[in-house]
């Protein structure tokens, strides 16, 4: 068979599927049949969208803000104050020590808070010894955090200083912080004593393989309320580019394969019913997904359910007919078009100020259809007497 000729005989065959997807009519349902599928919509917008990248993280105290709580003097403690998460004044009476100094009765003193902030440790107990090189707590300053994350360093290396992040720590689902990345770890590695430039003496094997792979960089976030305390983990989204005026949707309003995306969009006219509309979709990012074409600000799609409609059908609910007169107040043929006016039943003097998107999309449909099939009728034709002549005078 002539190469032209299979090629026109497959568009011959695939156009009526292709036209045939254009003319998906919309789905009908009712007032209740809405509920029941619990259908939830948002509007189409031009928005910032972040592609991010997801990474682990844990809270660490600022080592600059961190002091100790010791005696100059040895001795024992009779009294304390000491509340790990209490946050504290300085100069506050702390812990109240008797001095092994002689004397009737032996000399004793409160210890005072060196700075103002919260205690994170405690390493004494009533009646305990304690000596000059003893800690009996840890008070840090808190308002503002570390954050050392762990990402791979081909990661790692695309991001720079002032970079923001999207935290979320587990223990405190409800909140959302902003992090800014302040500087990369003092070495390459995921430990975050080895990020803050403590002593690595005691690093296990394991922390020392994952330095081939991975790197810590430090974040900051601003704690006004004292609520984050060290050693939180944290899930963060590392903006890794912001674009301005892209449409985008929730992931969950997305149907159909990869190569075939769809999504419900809310009728303008017809109450209850939702059109299938196909876009083309580009980047992913914290759930959602970049439209590039097929929608318009101020679409409603639906997100919450989108998945049931389409396994629903118009037979769950009114006809296009009946749907169409609802929505316009007069008659409308079963197709749902426009009765014409020199139908016997249409008042020749009648007026409507509106047009109909799906009479104009029907039209363009048949006309299309119907010129594409006749030119490949035609091309066939052609293609079949020409191939005869040859085969004729070869003969």
Known sequence: MNPSFRVSLAALLLTPLILAEMAVPPVLLTEQGVKNLGLATVSVEES????T??????????????????????????????????????????????????????????????????IISVNTKMGAPLEPT??????????????????????????????????RFPIRPDREYEATLLK???????????????DMSTRSQQAEAADL?????????DNPDNQ????????????MEKRQGVLSVPREALQGSPSNRHVYVK??????????????????????????????????????????LGFSSSSSGPSLKEAMDAAHGH??????????????????HEEHSHEHQSLGMREMFFMTSTSILALLLVIVSKRRRSSNTTSSDLS
């Not at 702390?94 to 210890?111: A, M, N, T």
């Not at 990369?184 to 403590?198: N, S, T, W």
């Not at 792979?213 to 976030?221: E, L, P, Q, Y």
């Not at 984050?228 to 903006?239: D, F, K, V």
């Open 48 to 51: 910032n969208f972040e592609t």
């Open 53 to 118: 990248t997801f990474a682990l993280g844990r809270t660490e105290a600022i080592p600059e803000n961190r002091a100790i709580l010791s005696s100059r003097t040895s001795g024992r403690v009779l009294e304390h104050k000491l509340k790990i998460g209490s946050y504290v004044e300085k100069n506050d009476s702390l812990v109240f020590i008797e001095s092994r100094q002689p004397g009737d009765p032996p000399p004793s003193l409160w210890l005072k808070a060196p700075t103002s902030g919260t």
């Open 134 to 167: 003893d800690s009996l707590a840890e008070i840090a300053d808190l308002k503002t955090i570390y954050l050392i994350v762990t990402l791979p360093q081909a990661t790692a290396g695309k991001i720079k200083q002032g970079t923001q992040a999207k935290v």
């Open 184 to 198: 990369f770890a003092a070495c390459p590695c995921p430990d975050p004593a080895c990020a803050l430039g403590q």
């Open 213 to 221: 792979n991975s790197a810590g960089v430090i974040f900051t976030i």
């Open 228 to 239: 984050l305390r060290p050693g939180m983990n944290a899930e963060c989204s590392i903006i």
């Open 267 to 308: 009728h303008l006219t017809i109450p209850h019913a939702f059109d299938r509309v196909n876009v083309q979709t580009g980047l992913s990012s914290n759930g959602r997904v970049e439209i590039i074409d097929g929608l318009v600000p101020g679409d409603e799609v639906v997100t919450r359910g989108s998945y049931s």
């Open 331 to 348: 008659e409308h043929n079963e197709d749902g078009s426009e009765k014409s006016t020199d139908h016997p039943t249409a008042d020749p």
